[in-house]
């Protein structure tokens, strides 16, 4: 609102593949900063500043007093406790891709359901890498891609560690949590192989989508990371 204050348009540093949308942040119902309530936080751009700068330092303190200072303290807390229990890995070293998806996938979950909660780590690029399922093909595809000659089943990677870790758990449990035991003594399953294999079929076609002009995203590639994955008909 300073007419004497100078812009640069920052149009010119985005590669043309990500297209000339606005610079945005990519959190789910983002709104802009109210300065006037001292809630802005002005980070530096490697593209916009010539001088050395530290994403990963910038990043942990605005993550560090929303999660300290925030008037949301329940969500922030749950968040926390999401987690531990969707144990992912960013794998890429960037901090701006790890707390994104604490942000949009854990701290925006406070009025959610828990099936939610996993329906959006299910389309995380980061769960999808770690866990093996990014791009997972169905058996149909190689075979009828491969003019009945070659059989490939998809992944389960993932199919045995979402019930494992995010739902049902390996064995049943009483409601004080102890194992509920058959007539011989031993602990009853949850889940066996054919059911881990029945639940891989669903996990296939996923994929990362197109990548826009988000600078959180960085340069990598022309799909992004930061947003859900998108069922994509694989090449």
Excluded at 17 to 23: M, N
Excluded at 76 to 94: R, V
Aim: one cysteine or more; glycine letters at 6%.
């Amino acid at each position: 609102s300073n007419p004497s204050t100078s812009y640069e348009d920052a149009g010119k540093y985005i590669p043309a593949y990500a297209g000339r949308g606005v610079v945005v942040c990519g959190s789910d119902n983002e709104v802009a900063p109210d300065q006037s309530d001292d809630d802005y936080y002005a980070v530096s751009n490697r593209k916009l500043n010539s001088h050395r700068i530290s994403y990963t330092n910038q990043i942990q303190t605005v993550w560090m007093e929303q999660a300290l200072y925030a008037e949301d303290q329940a969500c922030q807390k749950l968040a926390w406790h999401l987690s531990k229990i969707f144990a992912y890995s960013n794998g890429h070293g960037e901090e701006e891709i790890f707390i994104n998806t604490y942000d949009s996938a854990f701290v925006a979950s406070c009025a959610s359901t828990y099936a939610e909660v996993v329906n959006k780590m299910t389309h995380n690029v980061q769960m999808a890498e770690q866990l093996t399922f990014s791009s997972n093909k169905a058996a149909a595809y190689e075979w009828h891609r491969s003019q009945h000659t070659k059989k490939n089943y998809p992944d389960e990677n993932y199919a045995r560690e979402n019930m494992q870790l995010h739902q049902i758990g390996l064995q049943k449990l009483h409601e004080d949590g102890s194992p509920i035991l058959d007539k011989f003594g031993n602990e009853i399953p949850n889940y066996t192989q054919e059911n881990i294999f029945a639940a891989s079929k669903i996990f296939t076609g996923l994929g990362r989508s197109s990548r826009r002009g988000n600078y959180n995203d960085l340069d990598r590639s022309t799909t992004s990371y930061l947003d859900p994955m998108t069922q994509n008909s694989i090449e």
